[in-house]
């Protein structure tokens, strides 16, 4: 069983909606990343969190430790948001990261 | 800003032949990793590497791989007698206290 699991794995949105993308993982963990895969393949670090909520412009997320959950929100999404975004976790500090499989995200115009 | 750079952009290679793979990570971190993505799967960790010693590595990271910061800014990941399974896109990552992973741009090695 995978230890990270991201939801949805295919999203497709019309620019300017609401969107939100699911993480679950079943470890206990130091910290939560959510990160960028652009289709050239560079992977870029959006956000690390251990709890609460962050917010970079117009994205936002969040994390509920009970719950073993991460969410990552987009608001008024644009057409050069889609990416794959991948949630991976970090069991040990500075230990490595476990990736999920990744939700590809793609804003149509 | 500051970024993690990666050389070769890509690499193909024979079955059997070694390779190299360079990185050279921001110069003040002190956390580095590979990490490995097979075509259409998720990224898999290979090693981590601190203090000048691996400080974790995965059941991928068998005698057929090394790693070495042989001078202080280079972080080299060597992969021996290669296979076709290699193939996939291999990134590099380091990490400063407090902050998340920052990636470099992968090499993407193809063995033929």
């Known amino acids: 069983k995978n230890e990270v699991e991201q939801s949805p794995q295919n999203l497709t949105a019309q620019e300017g909606e609401f969107i939100t993308i699911n993480c679950s993982y079943s470890v206990g963990i130091s910290a939560l990343h959510w990160l960028q895969q652009h289709p050239g393949g560079g992977i870029v670090s959006l956000f690390m969190?251990?709890?609460g909520k962050k917010k970079h412009g117009r994205l936002i997320a969040t994390i509920n430790i009970q719950e073993k959950h991460s969410s990552l929100h987009i608001t008024a999404s644009h057409p050069r948001d889609s990416a794959v975004y991948i949630c991976?976790?970090?069991?040990?500090?500075?230990?490595?990261?476990?990736f999920g499989q990744g939700t590809i995200l793609t804003v149509h115009p | 800003e500051p970024e993690v750079t990666q050389t070769p952009s890509h690499q193909v290679t024979q079955m059997g032949q070694e390779v190299i793979l360079r990185c050279v990570p921001i110069?003040?971190?002190?956390?580095f990793y590979w990490y490995r993505q097979i075509l259409g799967q998720k990224v898999e960790f290979l090693v981590s590497?601190?203090?000048?010693?691996?400080?974790?590595k995965s059941e991928i990271f068998d005698d057929q791989f090394s790693v070495e910061r042989p001078d202080g800014s280079n972080f080299t990941l060597k992969i021996r007698s290669t296979k076709l399974e290699d193939s996939a896109m291999y990134f590099c990552?380091?990490?400063?206290?407090?902050?998340?992973?920052?990636f470099g741009q992968g090499t993407r090695l193809t063995v033929v």
């Open positions: 590497f601190y203090n000048n010693e691996i400080s974790e």
């Open positions: 990552a380091s990490r400063l206290t407090g902050y998340g992973a920052f």
């Open positions: 969190l251990s709890s």
């Open positions: 110069s003040n971190h002190l956390y």
């Open positions: 991976a976790v970090e069991k040990a500090s500075y230990g490595k990261l476990t």
